[in-house]
């Protein structure tokens, strides 16, 4: 019995979500975006109601946060270490060729943080997995299973960098890629406890499409034009506009990064999703305590129950068992009175016979005396 309610219990405990995935289409700035993420965050953050606080007079009040990150292991510090200092020396990191993971401990403080430390895995996936995994022009190289679907059990949030001057150019790659990231949101959403996944869509390079999603009137208005299948399949999003870094054209078709400047509208994004997400655990976690409850509300009406029933057979037991005795003892009687009725006309019968035969001799001896006595009367 104890078995099978721990077993219960276990059903109804929440999955560990402790994955943000990082998506989004080639050169679009995911390794970059997130080597200067982690390492800004190396340093507490104030925040003022999700925003960054510019140090005067935001030091205390409602809505006051800090937010950093640690380095869970050494190979993800060595990683990011290696990213900013080729940054620093005017270098962009090589392309991602393969999903790389880091692994950080986030520690957020706050008014109803739940959860002040918890440790999230960024997934870097490179720009071709998306396409390959969802653009119908281009052949599956990877599946959607290690893409998406594999990974959706463990998905907390999802980071969509979308490079503005790509999706304003309408090539043939941008409208595959789009394709790409309607279907991966679709697919995403389709899920189990897909739709309570929070997205940041980020236009990555601010520092080069500032000026064009300017024009269009704004980050909102531009994502309304440009990116209108996207926000249609993504339901429910936050938008951001960032730079992570600064770069300057130093040759045709070449810009060289700069990291002089420090970044803008990172942080703010990776709050949302980390305050999303504790809001939602606690939320899932109050419905697995309340389902739990009510397992165990059931079990012990199960077992009182059971113990009804089972006292309830024990006093029809003891009713029905001296019915069955009286049924038995009366119908050993009656066997009893018949063989014991049997018996006495058995022997009853000889012993009437003996008398019988007794008594004529007696008689047939008088009958003959008498003569006897009469002849010799004189």
């Given at each position: 019995?104890?078995?099978?309610?721990?077993?219960?219990?276990?059903?109804?405990?929440?999955?560990?979500?402790?994955?943000?995935?990082?998506?989004g289409g080639p050169s679009a700035g995911k390794t970059v975006w997130i080597a200067r993420l982690l390492d800004a965050l190396r340093t507490p953050t104030t925040l003022m109601n999700g925003r960054i606080s510019d140090g005067e007079g935001w030091s205390s009040g409602v809505g006051n946060s800090t937010l950093h990150c640690e380095f869970a292991d050494a190979i993800t510090k060595r990683r990011n270490e290696s990213i900013n200092e080729a940054l620093a020396g005017r270098q962009w990191p090589t392309p991602t060729q393969d999903p790389v993971e880091h692994v950080m401990d986030f520690v957020m403080t706050g008014e109803g943080v739940k959860t002040p430390r918890r440790r999230i895995t960024l997934v870097d996936l490179p720009g071709s997995a998306l396409l390959a995994a969802f653009a119908p022009s281009n052949p599956s190289?990877?599946?959607?299973?290690?893409?998406?679907?594999?990974?959706?059990?463990?998905?907390?949030?999802?980071?969509?960098?979308?490079?503005?001057?790509?999706?304003?150019?309408?090539?043939?790659?941008?409208?595959?890629?789009?394709?790409?990231?309607?279907?991966?949101?679709?697919?995403?959403?389709a899920s189990p406890e897909g739709r309570s996944i929070p997205l940041a869509i980020i236009l990555s390079k601010g520092d080069r499409g500032y000026k064009t999603i300017m024009r269009e009137g704004g980050v909102r208005l531009f994502a309304e034009r440009h990116l209108r299948s996207i926000l249609d399949a993504a339901d429910s999003a936050r938008l951001y506009i960032s730079s992570a870094t600064r770069s300057r054209l130093v040759a045709p078709g070449y810009r060289e990064p700069s990291t002089r400047?420090?970044?803008?509208?990172?942080?703010?994004?990776?709050?949302?999703?980390?305050?999303?997400?504790?809001?939602?655990?606690?939320?899932?976690?109050?419905a697995a305590m309340v389902m739990q409850a009510d397992a165990r509300r059931r079990g012990a009406g199960e077992t009182a129950g059971l113990a009804a029933a089972e006292r309830s057979n024990a006093r029809a037991r003891k009713v029905e068992i001296p019915a069955y005795a009286w049924v038995i003892f009366s119908a050993g009687m009656l066997l009893f009175l018949l063989v014991s009725g049997r018996a006495a006309i058995r022997a009853g019968a000889p012993s009437n016979a003996a008398t019988t035969s007794s008594a004529t001799p007696a008689a047939a001896d008088q009958s003959t005396n008498q003569p006897a006595r009469s002849e010799r009367t004189p």
């Open positions: 019995m104890m078995d099978s309610r721990q077993q219960a219990n276990e059903s109804l405990a929440p999955i560990a979500r402790d994955t943000i995935l990082v998506l190289t990877l599946t959607i299973g290690w893409t998406v679907g594999n990974q959706l059990a463990r998905t907390a949030a999802v980071v969509l960098l979308v490079d503005p001057t790509q999706v304003v150019e309408r090539t043939r790659e941008s409208i595959d890629l789009t394709n790409a990231t309607v279907a991966m949101l679709e697919h995403l959403r400047r420090p970044v803008e509208n990172l942080i703010e994004p990776m709050y949302f999703l980390l305050g999303t997400i504790d809001r939602i655990d606690t939320i899932r976690q109050r």
